[in-house]
């Protein structure tokens, strides 16, 4: 089964702090996205990946980067961490081919700034 | 944008009873997923239904499509406790398979 692991469960960062969420995939997938959910707005796209140092821009990129430097890894970066920032962050992966289709999620991380 | 719409919002039923949910969207679609979320955690992929597909079954779920009324269902059988959670539906509008619109799920508990 593939695997999409992100490096913390639960974070707390104060506000204007440089804040990095890691994901890692161990099933060699093109394809990385990072969403946030928040309750009445449900998933929405922050970036996506489609290959090696290759991104694009989803529908919240404000406030947020992200990096992608090798194939399995793919970071988001929250240069200066606001409170509207609080939220539960999503990442996932896919198989090159399939776009879209089929995502497997990571467990998400519940990053408070207070 | 939220494509898009789950129904009901909420649904309690007893252990042993069907579970049905719907999903409608507004635009033409190339194909739409399902997904379950457990409390706190990550999604995961349940099905997916083609455009060109009615009706597609795995285990006990099965999920219908209607093109024409732009909705599909979701349908446990022989519902679980463990089949608590919530259940978002997903589509890719056709022509353009870059983007994945969600809804905003119907949370589902299943009383034991």
């Known amino acids: 089964d593939v695997k999409v692991t992100q490096s913390s469960r639960y974070l707390v960062k104060r506000t204007g702090e440089k804040v990095f969420l890691e994901c890692v995939q161990d099933m060699d997938h093109e394809n990385m996205f990072w969403y946030r959910q928040d309750p009445g707005l449900g998933l929405r796209l922050i970036y996506f990946?489609?290959?090696?140092?290759?991104?694009e821009k989803g529908d919240i990129p404000e406030g947020y980067s992200v990096s992608r430097e090798k194939k399995e890894r793919f970071s988001l970066i929250l240069e200066s961490a606001s409170t509207n920032q609080t939220s539960m962050y999503l990442c996932?992966?896919?198989?090159?081919?399939?776009?879209?289709?089929?995502?497997?999620f990571g467990s998400g991380t519940q990053l408070s700034v207070l | 944008s939220q494509q898009g719409e789950e129904d009901p919002q909420a649904l309690s039923i007893q252990e042993g009873e069907n579970a049905t949910m719907n999903c409608s969207y507004k635009t033409s679609i190339n194909n739409l997923q399902w997904y379950r979320q457990n409390s706190g955690r990550g999604l995961v992929h349940l099905i997916l239904i083609r455009s060109n597909e009615r009706e597609k079954h795995s285990g006990r779920l099965r999920v219908t499509l209607d093109t024409s009324k732009k909705s599909s269902s979701l349908l446990i059988t022989a519902s679980r406790a463990a089949d608590t959670a919530s259940y978002f539906c997903?589509?890719?509008?056709?022509?353009?398979?870059?983007?994945?619109?969600w809804g905003l799920g119907t949370s589902l508990g299943v009383n034991p």
């Open positions: 990946s489609y290959d090696v140092k290759m991104k």
């Open positions: 996932a992966s896919s198989l090159g081919g399939q776009g879209y289709e089929k995502l497997f």
């Open positions: 997903a589509t890719i509008n056709a022509g353009n398979n870059r983007k994945l619109i």
